[in-house]
């Protein structure tokens, strides 16, 4: 049986993401299935320095997003959209999408996905 987990953020390992069209950003796996035994979301939390942004890209599962604090914006809809904290944004399933850090200080928001997505490639 999986045990649930109370902790802070910061005690979870924040990796570089080294992805090609990334630049300033690293990614915390808050809730999964290899560390948590979670069977079907996983939650992250993104953070992305002042001038970085994400890969511009798209895949067939949604995200939901949360903007836990800082300014920037985010690609969706063929538009740049301005978000910051407190901002929710839905990324619906194949759907052209980056996040950018336009602001001063880091970019941190949550992201929802299914657990199935972090083996697909």
Known sequence: MTKGKVT???NIEAEDLN???AKG???RWLIDDKNDGA?????RMFEVEPG???PRHAHDWEHENYIIEGEGRLWLNDQWNEIKSGDVAYIAPNLEHQFENTGDT????LCGIPIESRYRK
């Open 8 to 10: 802070h953020y910061t």
């Open 19 to 21: 992805y090609v069209g």
């Open 25 to 27: 950003v690293k990614r």
């Open 39 to 43: 069977p079907v979301y996983a939650m």
């Open 52 to 54: 970085g942004y994400s």
């Open 106 to 109: 880091t970019l941190r928001f």
